[in-house]
C-alpha cells in the first residue's frame, strides 16, 4: 500500500512570490494535516481538512491556505512568500475524525525562499 | 539536556546501550501521547502510543512511560543500534482536540 507521498521534493521560491504544495494520503484516509518544521523546531500545526472540509487551522496567518479535494488529496497555498516561510512543510494523513487516529505523513517539501 | 535557539538537544550513546528520551507535556487534559521517529530527509514516522488510562506500555525494543503526576512521557529504546538515530518527537492529543502539540524532539546519536 502506498504511503502518504508529497510534491515537489524542494522548492525554490523569491521572497513575495507564491508557493503550491500538494498531498496525496494513503488511500481510504480522509483527513489531512499540513505542518511546518522550520530548522531546529518542531512540527507546527498549519490546517486539518476531513471530507473536503477546513475543520481547522493553527496560529498562522490567512496567507497561508489550501483545500482538500473530492479524491482527498490536498493542496497548501503560501502567498506573499517571506524569508520565514523556508521550512520543511510535512503532510499526514488518518483514518477520519478521531484524536486517536494514527497520523502517518509524508517525506515532506523542502520549501526555501530566496 | 536543554539546548538554546536552533539546537535540539542531544542524547548521544554507544551501540547496544540502553537510550532513554525525555519529554514533558504541558496539557493536564492530555489523554493520547505519541512518539515518532524522524530520520534525515524523511517524515515522521509512528513509533508507539499509549493512553493516559496506562502508566508503561512496550513495544518491540521500546517502552513508553507515562507519569501524569509530573505531565512527563519518556520513551526507552533497548539495545541501541546504528539506525536509531534520528530526531525522536513526542505528542500530546486530547478528547478535545484533533490536533497533537509536538515536542521540539531530541536528537539520538548512536555511536558504533
Known amino acids: 500500500e502506498a504511503g502518504v507521498t508529497q510534491s515537489p521534493t524542494h522548492l525554490i521560491k523569491t521572497r513575495g512570490q507564491q508557493a503550491t504544495l500538494r498531498c496525496s494520503p494513503i488511500?481510504?484516509?480522509?483527513?489531512v494535516y499540513w505542518y511546518q518544521q522550520a530548522l531546529g523546531l518542531g512540527l507546527q500545526f498549519l490546517l486539518w481538512?476531513?471530507?473536503?472540509?477546513?475543520?481547522n487551522r493553527g496560529n498562522f496567518p490567512p496567507r497561508f491556505s489550501g483545500r482538500q479535494f473530492p479524491n482527498y488529496s490536498s493542496e497548501l497555498n503560501v502567498n506573499a512568500l517571506e524569508l520565514e516561510d523556508s521550512a520543511l512543510y510535512l503532510c499526514?494523513?488518518?483514518?477520519?475524525?478521531?484524536?486517536?487516529?494514527?497520523?502517518?505523513f509524508g517525506p515532506g517539501t523542502r520549501l526555501t525562499v530566496l | 539536556g536543554e539546548s538554546v535557539g536552533l539546537h535540539l538537544p542531544t542524547l548521544s550513546v554507544q551501540e547496544g546501550d540502553n537510550s532513554i528520551i525525555n519529554c514533558a507535556y504541558s496539557n493536564s487534559a492530555s489523554d493520547y501521547f505519541i512518539w515518532y521517529k524522524q530520520e534525515s530527509g524523511k517524515g515522521p514516522q509512528f513509533i508507539i502510543d499509549i493512553r493516559s488510562n496506562m502508566d508503561k506500555r512496550q513495544g518491540q525494543r521500546v517502552t513508553v512511560l507515562l507519569n501524569k503526576t509530573v505531565k512527563h512521557l519518556s520513551l526507552q529504546i533497548a539495545a541501541t543500534q546504528p539506525g536509531d538515530s534520528a530526531v525522536y518527537f513526542c505528542a500530546e492529543n486530547s478528547k478535545r482536540s484533533y490536533i497533537p502539540t509536538f515536542g521540539r524532539g531530541t536528537s539520538l546519536i548512536v555511536h558504533p
Open positions: 499526514a494523513s488518518s483514518v477520519g475524525q478521531s484524536s486517536y487516529n494514527e497520523q502517518f
Open positions: 488511500s481510504g484516509h480522509t483527513s
Open positions: 481538512y476531513d471530507e473536503g472540509e477546513e475543520r
